[in-house]
């Protein structure tokens, strides 16, 4: 990425320790995780054991070393994130000295993102590109070649490999003014990756959708880009 996403989100980390109140977004049951955007921040819908949860940020004055955001779930921390420009890195507390939980990085294919998740200390499973699902007028895949907030609107969806090439699960993210969150993530992931690395994916989800969205063309705005949320909803 050509700007942290940790700056991508810079805008409305003050808004995401407000996200308190969820709103009902229907899950997957074949999902191990699903989220949702709301107050510009991430809602937890689903995590391992039957937890939900929210990202906060770690505090109103990020010091240097410390992490961006932290992971509660039933009001308890389980995980701080670090997000960089390519990415996010997971730990069990505030400490950089604290375990390492695993990461996810951020690759691109012709300005298709893929992701790597990395357990600590096992083997890495990575995505295919997330390819769009039942049609629509925009890019074959969540690209970076989107050239208006339209051209984002979908559901995309990417299998989930070993490090054999072996399929063995998904994500997905589903993108549109017209559904209970503007935004929702979820995916199936094997047991071999814990929920905070989930959580972590879809953050580099989010702030990837936060680029493309901010250097497409806002139809409804002129030449400016900007979220997808802003566009004027049209009546149902």
């Known amino acids: 990425m050509s700007r942290p996403i940790a700056l991508l989100v810079a805008g409305t980390a003050m808004t995401l320790g407000c996200v308190a109140l969820h709103r009902p977004v229907p899950v997957d049951p074949e999902a191990t995780f699903a989220a949702h955007q709301e107050h510009a921040g991430l809602a937890f819908d689903r995590l391992a054991r039957g937890r939900s949860g929210e990202l906060r940020p770690a505090g109103w004055f990020r010091r240097p070393g410390a992490p961006a955001f932290v992971l509660v779930a039933d009001g308890q921390r389980i995980a701080a994130l670090w997000p960089t420009p390519d990415r996010v890195v997971v730990r069990s507390a505030m400490s950089r000295e604290a375990p390492l939980v695993g990461e996810v990085a951020s ?4 300005g298709a993102i893929r992701l790597t998740l990395q357990p600590a200390g096992g ?3 990575r995505s295919d590109p997330l390819a769009r699902e039942g049609g629509g007028t925009g890019t074959a895949t969540l690209t970076r070649s989107a050239q208006t907030v339209i051209d984002v609107r979908g559901t995309y969806r990417a299998t989930l ?6 399929a063995v699960g998904w994500l997905r993210t589903r993108i549109s003014p ?4 503007s935004r929702i993530f979820d995916g199936a992931l ?3 990756i814990q929920p905070e690395l989930a959580v972590a994916a879809a953050t580099a989800l989010n702030g990837e959708i936060d680029w493309i969205e901010d250097h497409a ?3 409804y705005r002129g030449n400016s880009g900007g979220p997808l949320e802003r566009s004027i909803p049209a009546p149902r």
């Open 107 to 110: 690759s691109w294919d012709d």
């Open 123 to 125: 083997p890495s499973f």
């Open 161 to 166: 490999r070993d490090s054999s090439g072996v």
């Open 178 to 181: 017209y559904q209970e969150a």
């Open 190 to 192: 094997p047991a071999a």
């Open 217 to 219: 063309l806002n139809v």
